[in-house]
């Protein structure tokens, strides 16, 4: 039973656009989120991430939004590079205690000059 | 200056056999960890060890045996592999345990192992 999903395997996006990408959890009892960025042939690398106690959090052009009524958080990203290809991870975790994270299945961004 | 290595970093061998996976940081961290993500993508934890203490064990046969030497090692040994444990093992290790903020995990680069 995957308890973090991310519906949409791949995206293509123009240069210079806003990328979005989704993810939905089941487990309310989640009250940590991250985003991890991976290249071919790397292991993931960390992005962003969100307590539950926000709704938003924002570094530079990415931007991680959080519903936890909906059970749903996305990552945006403005403007959109080339550099910014790559897979998308979402994961969930707790605050305290042992650092579990469940793993979305990844979405894999295109961008497009 | 590699934070957190895995070696090796390509492993093909034959159902049955025993390998060993070997994970090093660098970065002082006293948790580490082991993922498994298979074919369909999902990265899932497998282990992870707080200053050489096994703090998480999923579900995983009893094939799978970690160990660590010391808080800057993690080494996965795998028995009588099949054909089902071909996947990409990733490695990552976080400062403390029991905090999430600020403990963000940091991976290495993976090791994929193809059993045939």
């Known amino acids: 039973d995957q308890q973090v999903k991310q519906n949409s395997p791949s995206l293509s996006v123009q240069e210079g656009r806003i990328s979005i990408l989704n993810c939905d959890y089941t487990?309310?009892?989640?009250?940590?989120f991250l985003w991890y960025k991976k290249y071919p042939a790397e292991g993931p690398t960390f992005l962003i991430s969100?307590?539950?106690?926000?709704d938003k959090n924002e570094d530079g052009r990415f931007t991680v939004f959080l519903n936890k009524s909906a059970k749903h958080l996305s990552l945006h990203i403005v403007p959109s590079q080339p550099g910014d290809s790559a897979v998308y991870f979402c994961?969930?975790?707790?605050?305290?205690?042992?650092?579990?994270?469940?793993f979305g299945q990844g979405t894999r961004l295109t961008i497009n000059p | 200056d590699t934070a957190v290595s895995q070696t090796p970093k390509y492993l093909v061998t034959q159902m049955g056999n025993d390998k060993s996976i070997k994970c090093e940081q660098n970065?002082?961290?006293?948790?580490m960890y082991w993922y498994k993500q298979d074919s369909k993508k999902f990265l899932k934890i497998m282990f992870s060890y707080n200053n050489k203490e096994l703090i998480i064990n999923e579900t995983v046969p009893n094939r799978f045996s970690p160990k660590s030497p010391d808080k800057a090692h993690l080494n996965l040994h795998i028995n009588s592999l099949e054909l089902g444990d071909s996947a990409v093992y990733f490695c990552?290790?976080?400062?403390?345990?029991?905090?999430?903020?600020?403990?963000?995990?940091?991976f290495g680069p993976g090791t994929r192992l193809t059993v045939l």
């Open positions: 487990n309310s009892m989640f009250d940590y």
């Open positions: 990552a290790s976080s400062q403390a345990n029991g905090r999430a903020i600020g403990n963000e995990q940091f």
């Open positions: 994961a969930a975790s707790y605050l305290q205690g042992a650092q579990k994270l469940v």
């Open positions: 969100i307590s539950s106690i926000k």
């Open positions: 970065l002082g961290h006293d948790t």
